[in-house]
């Protein structure tokens, strides 16, 4: 059995609330019992892109299981390679990176967009992944990741910046039937939809949960729950290759 913790959108920002949230979520997966073969964050890790929250989030994202963290339309490229990958002279080029593990890769994409809020992979991602995939066994499956959802979750105020230029990563994935399924935060909510037959599975919000188009706009923010707990999801590929996703909320942290 494989399983891989899934966190997104933490937007640590120098302020007690996010780094609280941030640490009871990594302090519940480094408590686990038996290690989990892989954590994925899935991006939005600075608020602000600055260099003070990646050494922040570069503290508070340590854990004994493997790691990997992409970036989300809040990070910046340069200053993301710096402060959680170590270069010395980072370049501004897509922070694409994989994860090999026993008996699953996991390959995950930059799909942000320098200046924007909506997602697209480059060429260069898409080239890449595609010789990740070639160049991985068709008995090994592959989960594929990246921050923005490349479909509509129905609710208008992220679908205005989901991942667009999809149709590319659709012909792709007809070409890899490895590909198992695609994981992704941004919408600050638990999700699961289908896009080029493979499932779509979303990481919950750590810092805040999406409100919906048909909840009541209460509270101080029109588009999201402040006072919901933060959450994690675990993909889990059983012995007999099947998918299956677990929702779990953490603490109450504010």
């Known amino acids: 059995m494989i399983v891989i913790a899934h966190l997104s959108d933490v937007h640590l920002d120098g302020g007690r609330r996010a780094a609280e ?33 990646y050494e922040e989030a570069a503290k508070l994202l340590r854990s004994h299981h493997p790691l990997v963290v992409c970036p989300g339309n809040h990070d910046e490229r340069a200053a993301f390679r ?38 697209f992979l480059e060429e260069s991602t898409l080239a890449w992944l595609d010789g990740v ?4 066994p068709q008995a090994i ?20 910046i989901r991942q667009f230029g999809e149709e590319r990563l659709a012909a792709l994935a007809e070409r890899h039937p490895h590909l198992t ?13 289908t896009f080029a037959g493979r499932p779509v599975l979303v990481a919950p919000g750590v810092v805040s949960t999406l409100r919906l188009p048909w909840e009541p706009r209460t509270g101080s923010d029109e588009h999201v729950h402040l006072d919901e ?23 109450a942290r504010r």
Do not use: K, N
């Open 181 to 193: 399924a695609f994981l992704c935060g941004h919408a600050h909510t638990a999700a699961a939809t």
């Open 133 to 136: 995939l070639t160049d991985t």
């Open 21 to 53: 949230r941030t640490r009871a979520v990594m302090e519940y997966l480094d408590g686990l019992p038996y290690d989990v073969d892989a954590v994925l964050v899935s991006g939005d890790i600075a608020d602000h892109a600055a260099d003070a929250e």
């Open 229 to 251: 707990p933060p959450a994690v999801a675990f993909h889990v590929i059983g012995d007999d290759g099947r998918l299956t996703t677990h929702y779990r909320v953490v603490a």
């Open 82 to 119: 710096r402060g959680l990958l170590g270069e010395g002279s980072p370049s501004t080029e897509p922070v694409d990176q994989v994860l090999r593990g026993e008996g699953f890769v996991l390959a995950v994409c930059d799909s942000s967009v320098p200046g924007e809020d909506h997602g």
């Open 141 to 160: 499956p592959v989960l594929v990741a990246f921050h923005h959802p490349p479909v509509p979750l129905h609710t208008p105020y992220v679908d205005e």
